[in-house]
C-alpha cells in the first residue's frame, strides 16, 4: 500500500476527498436516521399501533405549534444571537389575539383577531431585535427579560382559559379537510410544513437569508463586507416574533381556546428540537429542515412514552437527556468534523 | 519610477480617531494620487489598521476631514466606500468560514434574479460563473467556488479576501497586509496583481510588515507613528534604514517634523543612502 503508483495517487485523493464530503453531509444530517431509529425502536415496542397512520397524522398534528416555535427559536440561533422569550410570546399574542376577539372587540371577525397576534408577536421581537442590534444589550439577558414580561404578561391579560373564539381564529389550529388517499388531514400540519420549505427558501435562497448565516458565522466579517448587521439581527427577531405568534395561534386551534400555560411550556422543547435538528449555538450553522426532524424526535418519544403508559411526568425528565445526548453527539461530531478539515 | 500623475484621489487630513481614552490616531494626512501605489508602514500600534477601517467608513474619525476627489466625504461604512470606487482586503480577511467561496466572494452583495418576475433570489448560477471567472482570471488559482472557506490553506483564503475586494472593479485599492500569510511564490503573485492594478490605472495603498516588498511594490510611502504621518517619501529615494528609523523614531529625515498632507515635497531632498 505505501508503494502507490504516481497514477493512482490523485485518484486515491479524489476518492477520499469524496468520502470526506459524504462523510460530513451525513454528520450535518444526522437527525433523520436517529429519527429513524426512535421511531422503529417504539414500532418494535408497540407493533400495528405506532405505525398506524392515525398515530403518524396526530404526530404530525401535536408537532405543528412546537414546530413554528422552534423556527422561530432556530433562526435566532442561526444568526449567532439567542431567543429565550419565543415560548411566552407564543402565549401572549395567542391570548392578546383571544381577548381583542372576545372582549376588547367583539363580533370582529377572527382574521382581525390573527393580524392582532402576528403584529403583538412581531412588535415584540422588533423590541427584543431593537435593543440587542442598537443598544448592544446581551441577547440573553435582552429575551430572559421579556421571557419574564410576557409571562407575566399572560397572566395580566387573563389568569384562566379564553374559550368561545370565532371558528376563523381557531380555523388554522383545528380545522380537518378532507383530501383523497390522505383521508381527513389537519390543515395544522400543512402550514407547519409550509412555515418550514419557507422559512428554508428565504434562509438558504435569498440576500437577506445568506446575510443572517453571515452574521451568524462572523458578525465583524460580515460588517467589514457591508452587509448592515443591525438591520438583519432586527428582522431576525420580528420574523422570530411572528413565527413564534404563528406556534401560538396553532397551540390555541389545537386546544380550542387560549390558555395561559400552552406557550410558556414550548420554550425548552424549541430549543431542544432546534439543536438536535443541527443548529449551532455558536452561529452560521445549521439547516431549518432538519430542525424539523429534532421536532418529530421529541414527538416520536412523547406519543411512544404516553402509548406506553409510561407516567407523562416523566417526559421532560426524558427530553433533557434527549438534549444532553444531542449536545455530546455534536460536540464529538465537531471535534470529528475539525479533525477531517485539518487534514484537507 | 516618477510619479507624473499628481491628481489626488484621497486626500486624509488632520484626521484623528480616539477609542475611550486610546488615541488610536492623533493627526494623520496622506495623499493617495491617480495610478500610484503608496505604502504604509509603521511600527504596530502605528494605527495603520485604523486608518484603513476610517477610510472605509467602519470608523468614523473624531476630527479632520477625508476627502475624494477633491470632496470632502462622510463615509457611513463599507458599503458607502464601495460605491466611492473603494475596494478592501482586511487585514483579518473578513471571511465567514461557514460560507463558500463564491459566497464569500460576493458577501453583501450576491447577484439577485427575479423568480417568477417578482421574488428576489440569489442567482446561483450567475454567482458560480462570475466567482469561477474571478478565481481564474485575477486570481490565477483552481478552487471549487461550493468549497466552505474553512476548508482552505491560508493562502487560499488570502487569494479569496482579495478577490472579494475585486469584485466590484474598484478603483481604489485598499490592501491592509494582503502577503502575511503567504508563501514566497504567493507572493510574488500578488506583487504581480499590484502591479497589473497600478497598469491599469488603479490607485493602491498598501500595507506591508516586510519592508523589501514595500519597496519592490510602492510608488512612495508614508511612515506612521502612534498615531501621526512622520512622512511622506519617494520610494525611489529611501533607503530601507531611512524607512526603519523613521519607524523607530517617530521623525522625518533630517529636518524637523513635517505632518502636512504633502509629504512628497520632500522626497526629493533625501538621497539613498545604501
Known amino acids: 500500500m505505501t508503494n502507490q503508483s504516481p497514477i493512482l495517487a490523485p485518484l486515491r485523493t479524489l476518492r477520499d476527498s469524496n468520502r470526506t464530503k459524504l462523510v460530513l453531509f451525513t454528520l450535518d444530517n444526522l437527525i433523520w436516521p436517529i429519527l429513524l431509529v426512535a421511531f422503529l425502536f417504539f414500532s418494535a415496542l408497540l407493533p400495528e399501533i405506532f405505525t398506524q397512520y392515525r398515530n403518524i397524522r396526530f404526530l404530525l398534528y401535536t408537532s405543528a ?102 371558528v376563523s381564529y381557531l380555523w388554522p389550529g383545528e380545522a380537518v379537510i378532507s383530501i383523497p388517499v390522505i383521508n381527513p388531514i389537519p390543515v395544522a400540519i400543512f402550514i407547519m410544513c409550509g412555515l418550514f420549505v419557507g422559512l428554508w427558501f428565504v434562509l438558504s435562497r435569498t440576500r437577506f437569508g445568506r446575510a443572517v448565516y453571515a452574521v451568524g458565522g462572523n458578525e465583524a466579517s460580515a460588517a467589514e463586507a457591508g452587509i448592515d448587521t443591525d438591520r438583519v439581527i432586527i428582522a431576525v427577531y420580528v420574523i422570530s416574533g411572528v413565527l413564534a405568534a404563528t406556534g401560538g395561534l396553532l397551540l390555541t386551534g389545537f386546544n380550542g381556546g387560549a390558555t395561559p400555560t400552552t406557550g410558556t411550556s414550548q420554550l425548552f422543547p424549541a430549543f ?64 470529528y468534523r475539525e479533525r477531517l478539515l485539518s487534514d484537507l | 519610477m516618477t510619479v507624473t500623475e499628481t491628481k489626488p484621489r484621497i486626500e486624509v487630513a488632520g484626521v484623528q480617531k480616539r477609542f475611550g481614552t486610546v488615541e488610536a490616531l492623533s493627526d494623520v494626512s496622506l495623499t493617495l494620487n491617480e495610478g500610484e501605489v503608496l505604502g504604509l508602514v509603521g511600527d504596530n500600534g502605528a494605527g495603520k489598521s485604523t486608518l484603513i477601517k476610517t477610510l472605509v467608513g467602519i470608523h468614523q474619525p473624531d476630527a479632520g476631514e477625508i476627502r475624494f476627489d477633491g470632496e470632502a466625504v462622510t463615509i457611513d461604512g463599507p458599503k458607502h466606500a464601495r460605491t466611492l470606487g473603494v475596494g478592501t482586503v482586511y487585514q483579518d480577511l473578513a471571511l465567514v468560514d461557514e460560507l463558500s467561496v463564491a459566497e464569500n466572494l460576493f458577501l453583501g452583495r450576491k447577484p439577485v434574479r427575479k423568480l417568477g418576475g417578482v421574488l428576489p433570489v440569489i442567482d446561483e448560477r450567475t454567482m458560480a460563473e462570475r466567482a469561477e471567472r474571478i478565481l481564474r482570471e485575477r486570481l490565477d488559482i483552481e478552487l471549487d467556488p461550493d468549497t466552505p472557506v474553512e476548508y482552505l490553506s491560508g493562502g487560499e483564503r488570502q487569494a479569496i479576501a482579495i478577490g472579494r475586494a475585486l469584485v466590484t472593479d474598484p478603483d481604489i485599492v485598499l490592501l491592509d497586509e494582503p502577503t502575511s500569510a503567504l508563501s514566497k511564490a504567493a507572493v510574488e503573485r500578488v506583487e504581480q496583481l499590484v502591479q497589473q492594478l497600478k497598469a491599469s490605472g488603479h490607485s493602491v495603498i498598501i500595507i506591508d510588515h516586510n519592508l523589501e516588498e514595500v519597496r519592490s511594490m510602492t510608488d512612495r510611502i508614508t511612515v506612521l507613528f502612534q498615531g501621526r504621518t512622520v512622512d511622506t517619501l519617494e520610494t525611489a529615494a529611501v533607503s530601507r534604514d531611512d524607512i526603519v528609523s523613521m519607524m523607530v523614531s517617530g521623525k522625518p529625515l533630517g529636518g524637523p517634523a513635517n505632518n502636512g498632507a504633502d509629504g512628497q515635497s520632500s522626497a526629493t531632498q533625501h538621497s539613498t543612502s545604501d
Open chain 1, 65 to 166: 405549534g412546537l414546530g413554528a416555535i422552534t423556527l422561530a427559536e432556530s433562526i435566532c440561533l442561526i444568526s449567532g444571537n439567542f431567543d429565550l422569550s419565543v415560548g411566552s410570546v407564543a402565549g401572549f399574542s395567542a391570548m392578546a389575539g383571544a381577548l381583542f376577539l372576545t372582549e376588547w372587540a367583539p363580533g370582529a371577525p377572527g382574521v382581525i383577531g390573527i393580524l392582532v397576534l402576528l403584529c403583538v408577536g412581531g412588535a415584540i421581537g422588533l423590541l427584543n431585535g431593537v435593543l440587542i442590534a442598537k443598544m448592544g444589550v446581551n441577547p440573553f439577558l435582552q429575551t430572559l427579560s421579556t421571557l419574564i414580561i410576557f409571562e407575566g404578561g399572560i397572566l395580566v391579560l387573563s389568569s384562566q382559559s379564553v374559550y368561545g373564539l370565532p
Open chain 1, 272 to 335: 431542544t428540537a432546534a439543536v438536535i435538528g443541527g443548529i449551532s449555538l455558536f452561529g452560521g450553522r445549521g439547516n431549518v429542515i432538519n430542525t424539523l426532524g429534532g421536532v418529530l424526535l421529541l414527538g416520536t418519544i412523547s406519543a411512544g412514552l404516553v402509548m406506553l403508559n409510561i407516567d407523562p411526568t416523566v417526559i421532560q425528565t426524558v427530553n433533557g437527556i434527549v438534549l444532553l445526548a444531542a449536545i455530546l453527539l455534536y460536540t464529538v461530531v465537531h471535534q
